[in-house]
């Protein structure tokens, strides 16, 4: 009885999986593979959530890549900033000389977000509950690179962005 009620209390394990070279065509195959399985999505990792077992398949049979340790850290993080989504370049051959400075930051200690226009200027907050979108299909794109870059204060992600 002891150890049926320990394993009710563990939380279940899960591998996050990001799918960034799957042609658009197989996106059908994937959805029709994920429909037969418990599955979950994580929008600042970009990745969906696996049973490990289910994860293996789908992680070879379509070219996913194991993200679960980035998941894992932006999960857990309590502390800090970090640029979690920024200004896709402009598609136009005029604009193209410019560089867009739109960014969303996240204070992992509230969960609020900081959203700055493509001139670096600040727009507002989204609230912490309210976060999901920022994620939504829009001129940004997810920034998920290895290792996470988080920052002590605002300005310095501010900062960082405005200079590069």
Do not use: C, W
């Not at 993080?77 to 193209?96: C, Q």
């Not at 226009?117 to 999901?132: C, D, H, L, M």
């Not at 920022?134 to 962005?161: G, K, N, Q, Y």
Request: proline share 4%; charged share 30%.
């Amino acid at each position: 009885m002891t150890e049926r009620r320990q394993k009710e209390v563990r939380p279940q394990s899960v591998v996050a999986v990001h799918f960034s070279t799957l042609p658009i065509e197989q996106f059908d195959e994937l959805f029709d593979e994920m429909d037969q399985v418990e599955h979950g999505i994580h929008f600042e990792s970009e990745s969906f959530l696996f049973k490990p077992e289910d994860a293996r398949e789908l992680i070879e049979k379509f070219n996913g890549e194991d993200v679960t340790d980035i998941y894992q850290e932006l999960t857990s993080r309590t502390e800090g900033f970090r640029i979690v989504r920024v200004g896709r370049p402009y598609a136009s051959d005029e604009l193209a000389r410019y560089k867009n400075k739109a960014m969303i930051i996240k204070h992992y200690k509230t969960g609020v977000m900081f959203v700055y226009n493509e001139y670096g200027r600040s727009e507002g907050t989204i609230p912490a509950e309210n976060a999901a979108v920022a994620f939504s299909p829009s001129r940004f794109e997810t920034v998920l690179e290895r290792p996470l870059v988080f920052f002590d204060t605002l300005e310095a992600v501010v900062s960082s962005r405005q200079a590069a």
